[in-house]
């Protein structure tokens, strides 16, 4: 043997060393990534509670059926092989084949979910002659109370390319077919806390790519449950009492921020967009023209009308510049630089002080109030009641509404303020706007002169959330007591504007404010003529019903804020609404019908006997989705 063979022949041996004792545990990991396996097993998701411990959302077992392109072959003969067992629509397919085309060779694609259990033994008995088919079953999410909470508690689809392009690096088990992500509300703002982490699973798969066996197992993590500060039943009162209305409205805590109700008014049913809405369902979501979808209570905003006119006053009389004895002369109108602003009383108020202003809600006070102390100093106080500032909220679009100032002007308008911008802003017209959350907020620190701050998530996974604020406004406590008296009699004075509203829940009563802001600019021509009533003009040139009320007056529980879109005079409509909120949080359900004033009563029945039908019927259906 030569030197040059004996060095080959070592050569060799030194390499089988090298491949078989070495890198034995490499190589034999390299055959194991042939028949084994790793799959991602989805978490479940957190679930969402009401303030007592109800289920706003819940999560629900399902049945799917999944295809792996590089275990099937011939995706289109899998495909039809399985349209034979089970029912498939041609969308179905259709959808299936373009996701296919997205996703990599081993990632699982959803066919089909929501199957019989008798439709996944048909696939199961079929399995060899379906490669790359396998029925799953899964978790999905349901909402138990449908529409009462889909604008605050939101809903969840499955992720789109969308979702995955706002990523920066996509969690991996958004790879599962169809896994849900929230879209909208709580659900998407606490996405990160309910979604959980993955688990994973080792499976053995023969050459055909079917499971042989599970060769290892370790469970994820659940995500995280949330405990809102919503009172499901009141939140049912709230929006069956606002059905056949394009409104809303919220109900606060006056000692804690807890927010109790948020309704807007049509809604939907979030159900539908877990599933796969229908294109007809969407349409005729989407072209409704009283929106259900928008989340009116915190993403409208709207003039405030004459729910403003604290607001004013405290800043004037903060400045010095008004006292609460103080009169203006009210004539019916006030001329401001050769234009005529009318108090919604033509013959006007006569001489009235700050609190008289109020009860009888006299726009000409204000206008002078307004030029007095300027537009600056207005926009100071209404931020510190709560306006034009956007509340930290886990909801989607919470709207900031608008505060507005001489700077606000110049750089977005890019005009300079006019004193009648000023007047305008005095009664809550022109560009101040204000969302039925920021009125109910300014209503409650009104109530208790603190800075109380909006609460809606009480506790995650069981760990109670601290509240925020709650320190005095550091306002002068005897103009703050002169509004609170001036909104209590503009309810429970004969002469109030809101004395139909009043009731007496074992001596508990309420404050409140109407307002009413215009949509449209009324002429000289047509005042002349006379004014046309909201009724006989079209629905969408009416004025915004607003109302504003806390309870009980001498020691405040419950802030209420109440919108009712086009809905005409605040007063007649979008105060009965607000004193019904009211008596049902404070009686803890319907209030005895001796609580409301006698002439009242049989109308109060009436809307007691509708409003509890709906609620049955919806509870109901509540049900039977359970």
């Known amino acids: 043997m030569t030197t040059a063979q004996a060095g080959v022949i070592g050569l060799l041996g030194w390499r089988m060393h090298q491949l078989q004792v070495n890198q034995s545990d490499e190589f034999r990991m390299l055959a194991e990534e042939n028949r084994i396996s790793m799959q991602l097993i989805p978490p479940a998701r957190g679930l969402i509670y009401d ?7 819940a999560n629900e077992p399902v049945y799917r059926i999944t295809i792996v392109r590089e275990n099937a072959g011939d995706v289109d003969d899998v495909l039809n092989r399985l349209a034979q067992i089970i029912t498939l629509r041609p969308e179905d397919i259709a959808r299936t084949k373009e996701e296919i085309a997205r996703r990599a060779a081993f990632v699982p694609v959803t066919v089909i979910e929501r199957i019989s259990w008798e439709e996944v033994s048909r696939v199961q008995v079929n399995a060899p002659a379906l490669p790359g088919i396998s029925a799953e079953v899964g978790l999905s999410r349901v909402y138990p109370h449908g529409q009462d909470t889909a604008h605050v508690v939101g809903y969840v689809g499955p992720v789109s390319d969308y979702d995955l392009s706002l990523m920066t690096e996509p969690d991996p088990i958004l790879q599962i077919p169809r896994f849900q992500i929230g879209k909208t509300g709580v659900e998407n703002r606490l996405e990160a806390a309910m979604r959980g982490k993955a688990g994973t699973r080792r499976i053995e798969v023969n050459a055909l790519g079917r499971v042989m066996r599970e060769l290892d197992c370790q469970e994820g993590d659940s995500g995280a449950d949330i405990q809102l500060t919503l009172d499901s039943k009141l939140q049912a009162y709230v929006e069956a009492r606002l059905d056949g209305e394009s409104a809303s409205c919220v109900v606060m805590d006056c000692e804690t921020g807890d927010l109790k109700a948020i309704g807007s008014a049509p809604s939907f049913d979030p159900n539908l967009f877990v599933r796969g809405i229908s294109v007809a369902d969407w349409t005729g979501l989407n072209e409704n023209m009283y929106r259900p979808l928008a989340a009116k209570a915190f993403q409208g905003t709207y003039p405030p009308g004459s729910t403003f006119k604290a607001i004013t006053a405290l ?55 307004a030029q007095r102390v300027g537009i600056d100093a207005m926009a100071v106080m209404a931020r510190k009641f709560g306006l034009g500032t956007r509340h930290d909220l886990p909801l989607s679009a919470v709207a900031s509404g608008l505060a507005p100032d001489r700077q606000w002007k110049r750089e977005v308008r890019g005009e300079d303020w006019r004193i009648g911008d000023t007047v305008n802003a005095s009664i809550g017209q022109g560009y101040v706007l204000a969302s039925p959350l920021q009125l109910a907020i300014m209503t409650a620190r009104l109530a208790s002169g603190r800075n109380i701050e909006p609460r809606m998530i009480h506790a995650i996974d069981g760990v109670v959330q601290p509240l925020i604020g709650g320190e005095s406004l550091g306002l ?3 103009f703050l007591r002169r509004a609170r008296l001036s909104m209590y009699d503009v309810v429970n004075h004969q002469r109030g504007t809101a004395y139909a509203t009043r009731f007496d829940i074992a001596g508990q009563q309420m404050a409140g404010k109407t307002g009413t802001s215009q949509v449209r600019r009324i002429t000289a021509e047509e005042r002349a003529r006379g004014v046309t009533r909201n009724e006989d003009l079209p629905w969408e040139r009416r004025d915004h019903a607003l109302w504003i009320n806390y309870a009980p007056f001498d020691r405040p529980k419950y802030a209420v804020a109440v919108v009712v879109e086009h809905g005409g005079g605040g007063g007649t409509v ?22 409301y004033p006698a002439a009242t009563r049989g109308r109060a029945e009436e809307i007691q006997n509708r409003v509890r039908a709906l609620m049955e019927a919806r509870d109901r ?3 039977n989705r359970a």
């Open 476 to 478: 002068n406590e005897n």
């Open 315 to 369: 800043a004037a009389m903060e400045a010095g510049v008004l006292t609460p004895e103080e009169t203006i002369y009210c004539r019916g109108y006030t001329e401001v630089s050769g234009t005529r602003f009318h108090c919604w009383r033509p013959s006007g108020h006569g001489n009235v002080n700050f609190h008289d202003s109020l009860k009888f809600s006299c726009d000409c006070y204000y206008y002078e109030a």
């Open 51 to 57: 303030i007592n411990g109800v289920a706003l959302a």
């Open 574 to 595: 979008a105060g009965p609404i607000g004193r019904d909120v009211t008596m049902q949080a404070l009686a803890g359900g319907f209030p005895e019908l001796t609580a």
């Open 621 to 623: 259906a509540h049900q």
